[in-house]
């Protein structure tokens, strides 16, 4: 038996979960299809979030013949026969898959049966193909980024995949505690592939382990546990409110901040244990512009840098990298005058009538703009001395306003405090001046 996300894959646009700013109602996919008027495309994105379910959508939409290659196993005797069925048939969807990895003599045969539209080529790719995809297929295809999966998207397309008696596993009238469903999504990141085939592996295996047990399996609930046995993962930071992930994230962060070194690796560690790299780096990339920020902008910076090193090796291994950024961390100033700054601007925004941008600052780059006054007297500051002139860039009624509150808990934030108010002083005198 074929796996549960093939099964589940979908016929029609209506079926595909996520990816609505591409086959939602009026968006470009659904427009194409809709009018019949397919052209190549590149879908790019991370694995499992449904580029090949998008691929097959269209096909079963279109009633086009759909064939599946990789670019990367599948030679040019492949190619030829979805080739030949295309002359056959009039069109043939292709998907072919790691599009990046399509050498000179694939490609060169396959730009002319691009170009006469005896194949629609949908390539997909999770490497970004402005970069790793040659100019010639490029420019014979529209490029489409596919976003990750939201936690709903999932729910929805978990809850379809209970209930479908066809393709589905409805058959077994099994369905999911809310514990179960919460680590199956987070777990899943995203991957909806994974997601299901972890779903079917849990509810089989549970199954039989009922059956096993003589207990009745006409009607089954599969709980946190028999889904953490299935993603291989441990649970102990998982509850069935998700309070002690978030209590765990919380000390973590709080440690941090408190600059006790022992306390932030005791937390790391435990979240280390349970196997949560998603949330350390989510949570590390955070708390290094939040918590440290202008104090140790250095210390922001190598934190990326071991979250990118960490998120490349993987677990075990990324333990290293994210205990230096912890401990550097911890160890490094703090400051949150950024994150208060931008804050206070969007409280603003939020509670205050904001007049209009000044007309000086309007774009001036079309025909016209000079009868309504945009771009008028706007100064350069690269025409005058130092780079620097005086002139309003708030809205009128928000001048004076002084969202940025430095601190000065280290040297580079005193010199940028320094340079604030030297600004900020300038800026008053000039204006008064005018």
Request: contains cysteine; hydrophobic residues 40%; proline residues 4%.
């Amino acid at each position: 038996m074929k796996p549960l996300a093939y099964r589940m894959r979908p016929k029609t646009l209506d079926e595909v979960v996520g990816q609505q700013h591409l086959i939602g109602p009026g968006k470009i996919i659904r427009r194409m299809v809709e009018a019949k008027l397919l052209s190549s495309m590149i879908l790019y994105g991370p694995p499992g979030i449904g580029k090949t379910s998008i691929a097959s959508a269209i096909a079963g939409s279109t009633k086009y013949a759909f064939r599946k290659l990789n670019a990367a196993t599948d030679g040019k005797k492949q190619l030829q026969e979805v080739a030949e069925e295309g002359k056959m048939s009039g069109t043939v969807i292709l998907l072919l898959d790691e599009i990046h990895r399509l050498d000179k003599t694939k490609q060169d045969f396959l730009l002319p049966l691009l170009e006469s539209g005896q194949i629609i080529l949908i390539g997909a790719t999770t490497e970004n193909p402005y970069i790793s995809i040659s100019p010639a297929i490029r420019s014979r295809c529209q490029i489409f980024e596919l976003k990750p999966l939201a936690d709903d998207d999932m729910a929805q397309a978990i809850d379809r995949a209970l209930k479908d008696k066809e393709r589905g596993l409805g058959k077994y009238d099994v369905s999911l505690s809310p514990a179960a469903e919460a680590l199956l999504i987070e777990k899943g990141n995203g991957d909806l592939r994974s997601t299901l085939n972890s779903l079917e592996l849990a509810t089989l295996s549970t199954r039989q382990e009922l059956k096993d047990a003589g207990k009745d399996t006409s009607s089954f609930v599969i709980t946190q546990k028999e889904i953490a046995d299935s993603i291989h993962t441990k649970i102990q930071r998982f509850d069935a409110k998700g309070d002690g992930h978030y209590d765990l994230i919380s000390a973590f962060q709080k440690s941090i901040r408190g600059s006790d070194t022992d306390a932030a690796l005791h937390y790391l560690a435990r979240l280390i244990d349970s196997g949560d790299l998603i949330s350390i780096c989510r949570r590390l990339m955070v708390i290094a512009y939040e918590d440290i920020g202008l104090a140790n902008p250095a210390a922001a910076q190598h934190a990326v840098v071991a979250i990118q090193a960490a998120q490349q090796i993987g677990l075990p291994e990324a333990r290293i990298p994210l205990a230096n950024a912890v401990i550097e961390l911890s160890l490094s100033p703090k400051s949150n005058s950024a994150i208060s700054a931008i804050d206070a601007a969007l409280s603003d925004l939020e509670h205050k009538k904001i007049d209009q941008i000044p007309d000086d600052l309007k774009d001036a780059h079309y025909r016209g703009a000079k009868k309504l006054n945009h771009g008028v007297g706007y100064l350069y500051p690269h025409d005058y001395q130092g780079d620097w002139i005086a002139q309003q860039y708030l809205p009128n009624n928000l001048q004076g306003a002084n969202y940025f509150q430095p601190k000065g808990n280290s040297k580079i934030e005193k010199a940028l405090k320094k340079q604030y108010a030297i600004l900020r002083q300038m800026q008053k005198d000039g204006l008064k001046h005018d």
